[in-house]
C-alpha cells in the first residue's frame, strides 16, 4: 500500500536540507506519495499563523511528517501564540508523539571535530528518549500577569501524569532491549514532586515489565556533569520535555557530529510520526548552499523505519552515508568544502 | 569587629573538608567567632528534622553559613518534607540568599584532568550568577496527588516576578562590571512564558542602568551546546534555579577541577552569606581521608570576600591554595596521592 510522507521545509536552512531528502527520494523512487507544505515562518508570512488547520490534518492523515526546521530573527516579534515554535509545538502535541528518539552517535569519521578528547567520544552511541507532549511545555497554568506596582509574574507548570510517564518509559526499555539493554531515567526527584512521581513510576514499570533491562536513575544536574565527564556510560537516557531538550542537546555537541543527527518523534503505533534534523534554521548561514543535509536525510531514514514501513531502504541511506563520508564527503560545519547539493549528491553516489 | 562564622559540615565528605577549613582557621588566627551546628542527614539522625529552627535562627544571626554537603543513601527513605535537601532548601530561603555566585575555573594545573582537549578550557573563568530562593524549586502549587484510575499527577511551579529576576540580574551586572563585562542570560523563552519575563526584565534593567555592560541572551538548550563547543566564550552568566543547577554543574565538570570549586550565595548587602563546596557529599569516599579540600577551602575564602569583610585573607587563603596546587599537592581526584588533611597541610604550608 502506498506511504505518504508530508515535508515540511519551514524556515532557515530547512528548505535547502529537505530538497536534499526530495532528490534522493527520486532517485530512490520508492511507492510513497509525497506532498508538502508550510510550516513556522514561512507559514506565518502565507497565513498569519505558524500552522494551519488544514496542514495539522494533513499531517496527521499522513504516515510520517518530515520537517527542516523552524524560526529566526525575522519572526522575533510575533505574538507569543503565533510564533514559529508555537506551530511545532501544537503539531507535536495534535500528532501526540510522545517519544521524541534523539540519538547522539559520534560519526568515527568525525570524531576528531568534537571538543573532547578523541578517547572520550569515540564510538560514543546515546539514545535520549525525551517526552515531547508534556510537561512545562505545555502546563497549565501558565502566562504573564501584572500584579500592581509596577511588577509582572511569570507562571508556567511542570506537570505528568502516570500514564505519560509510563508510556515514554515503555518506549525507551523497549528500544534499549535492541541495544545494550540498559536505562538511565533522570530527573530532579530531589526538588521536585514531579521528579518524584518521574522516578516513582519509570520505577514500577520496570519492575512489573522490563526487569531484564537494566534500570538506574540520575539527577538531571549529575547527568549534565556525567555526560561530559565519561558520555559513553550512557545507552539509553528517559527523561522529562525540559531536562530532555537541554541534555540532549548537550550529548549532540558533545559528538561534534551536530549537523549528522536526526530525530523520531513517535507515538500510539501505527499513529503517524514527525522526522527533524536537530540542528535548528540556522538563519546565520541559510541561503548559501553550506547547510549540511546529513542531518535532514538521516531524519528521512528513521521516517523510513519507523513509520513508512522500509527498514531496507532505511539501511541503504544510513550506509550510503556511512559510505560517503567515509569517502571523504564533508560539508563545512564537518571541515570540508561541499557545498549542501553536493553533499547530497555524493550521498546518493553512494547508495 | 568580630564576625561570626557558622559552620555546617553536614554529611558524607563534609565533615572531613569542613575539618581543614577549621585547622586553617586556627593558623589565620582572625576575629572571627566560630560556631557549628548539624546540618543534613546528621541533623536528621539527632533531632529528626534536616535542619533544626534554631540553627535557622544561628545562621541567620551569624555573619557567613558555610556548609560541607548535604544527604546520602542512609536518608533516601525520609518523607519528602524532612530529607536533607529540604533542610537546605529552607536555609536558602529563609536566609534569602537569591545570587549563587558559581565560578567555573579551570586551574592551569589541572587543565589536562579535564575530558575536553586543552585549548578548550586552559584558561576557562565562568562565573555563574545562578537565583537560588525562586522557580520551580519553591513554587506552588506542587505535590502528587490520586486523580483516580489508579493514576497520580506531579504538579510543580515554575514562577519568577519581576523584582526577583531584576535583583539577581544586578548582580550579574555588578559583577561583569569587575571582570569583563559581559552578561549571557539564559531562558527558554521560546517555550516559556516565565522565560520571556526573565528575558524582558534583564533586557529593560540593562538598558536603564547597566547599558555599559555587553548583554546577550541565549535559550538553554543552545547554551549546554555551546558550554561544550567553546565554552570560553562565556564570562558572567545569569539564569534561574533551575537551569542555573544544570548548566553550572555541566561548566563545573568543563573545567576538570570539580573538586576545586566553590560557591556563594549572597542576598541583600549586610545580610548572612552561604558558602559551600560545588562537589556534594560523595557518599562512596566519606569517611576515608580520600576528598579534596580545596572547594571547601576556596568557598570559606569568599566566604572572607563576601560576608567576613576580610579581602586580604581571601586573598591570602586563595594564593596559598594556587601555590599548593603549582608546588604539585594533589588528592586523588585531580591526578594525585594525598590525604585529605595532607592536602590541608600543603595549603597551610603555603599561605
Ligand atoms: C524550537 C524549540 C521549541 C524546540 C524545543 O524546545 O523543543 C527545540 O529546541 C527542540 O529541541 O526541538
Ligand atoms: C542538593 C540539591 C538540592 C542542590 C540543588 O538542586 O540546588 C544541588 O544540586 C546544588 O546545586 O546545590
Redesign the interface.
Known sequence: MTKSLLLLPGDGIGPEVIGEVKRLLAVLALDIAVEEALFGGAAIDATGLPITDETVARALASDAALMGAV?GPKWAGQA?DK?P?AGL?RLRSEMGVYANLRPARCFAALADAS???RE?VEGLDILFVRELVGG??F?TP???ED?GG??????????????EIRRVARTAFELARGRSNRVCSAE?S?????????KE?VTALHKAEYADVELSHML???M???????PKQFDVIVTDN??G???S??A???TGS?GMLPSAAIGEAGKPGLYEPIHGSAPDIAGQGLANPCAAILSFAMALRFSLGDAAAADRVEAAVDKALTGGARTRDIGGTLSTQEMGAAIIAAL
Not at 530531589?190 to 518521574?198: F, H, I, P, R, S
Not at 549534565?224 to 565519561?230: I, T
Open positions: 524560526g507569543y510564533r515554535e509545538l571538543s573532547l578528547k572520550f512545562v511545555y502546563g501558565r502566562g504573564i500584579i509596577g511588577e509582572r509574574r511569570g507562571v508556567n507548570t511542570q506537570v505528568y501524569t502516570s500514564s530532579k530531589n526538588v521536585m514532586e514531579a521528579g518524584l512521581l518521574w513510576e538531571a544536574d549529575n549534565a556533569m556525567q555526560l561530559v565527564k565519561n525540559l531536562f531538550d537541554i541534555l542537546d548537550e549532540a555537541m558533545l551536530l
